[in-house]
């Protein structure tokens, strides 16, 4: 579970999250929708850890994230196995040599069983229709089969929390497609699934609880989305 508890951002004197106040529970998807610049892309960073309120908290399974507590190797460790993000633009992401090198990265960092990597790689290459590019280097495929890498190679870690910004960025209609049917699958049994968008075919496929941000960087209470 996360909660987000009067959460607050603010770059020099421009307040960028505006004393937040939302809980997202397991077991359920959620698109982040608002216009841009209203603190999106500042929310996800603080949910990845990569920033910190500057006011109020941000708890990840009653743990406080914050620049202190992440300073703890073990603590940090464990909160990074435990989220996983696909960016807007997957090439900021890839890195390694193969499609399969690529896959087999994140779960190499658990301290698996080998045999159990071997069979989670295999896994999501067969899920994703990787299979014929496995040996490619991924900054040679298209855009949509990057995207299939970085859903797999974040997925083959088993996160407890997915969170995708803008995922259908870029795609053709055939990779969206694609990306619809294992969004939707992505969020099964206990998983969180957070999903910036502005695609309201997503938002429908994705079927999840709306959550609406404003120009002035907050997030609506419950009854003004419903009356929304």
């Known amino acids: 579970m996360i909660t987000l508890d009067n959460v607050c951002f603010s770059y020099g004197e421009g307040l960028v999250l505006d004393h937040l106040n939302y ?25 990845l850890g990569l920033d910190y309120p500057t006011e109020g908290r941000y708890l990840f ?9 992440m300073k703890d190797p073990g603590f940090r460790m464990d909160f990074h196995r435990k989220i996983g993000f696909v960016f807007q633009d997957p090439e900021v992401q890839l890195f390694c040599a193969s499609v399969e090198d690529e896959i087999l990265f994140g779960p190499a960092q658990l301290g698996l069983p080998e045999e159990e990597v071997r069979d989670r790689v295999e896994k999501y290459i067969q899920m994703f229709g990787l299979g014929r590019v496995r040996d490619r280097a991924p900054f040679h ?12 190679s974040v997925l083959a870690m088993d996160p407890a929390v997915l969170v995708l910004d803008e995922p259908m960025n870029g795609l053709d209609e055939k990779c969206q497609g694609f990306f ?7 969020g099964e049994g206990d998983r969180i699934v957070i999903c910036a968008t502005h695609d309201r075919t997503l938002r429908d496929a994705v079927d999840g609880i709306r959550v ?9 209470p419950e009854e003004e989305k419903r009356n929304g």
């Open 180 to 186: 619809l049917e294992y969004i939707r699958a992505a």
């Open 61 to 69: 399974d009653g743990r406080e994230i914050s620049g202190k507590t």
């Open 23 to 47: 809980t997202f529970e397991r077991g359920n998807r959620y698109t982040i929708e608002g216009p841009n610049g209203c603190g999106k892309s500042t929310l996800f960073r603080i949910l």
């Open 212 to 220: 609406r941000m404003t120009a002035d960087h907050r997030i609506l």
């Open 141 to 152: 495929l298209s855009g949509g089969e990057k995207k299939r890498v970085a859903l797999a």
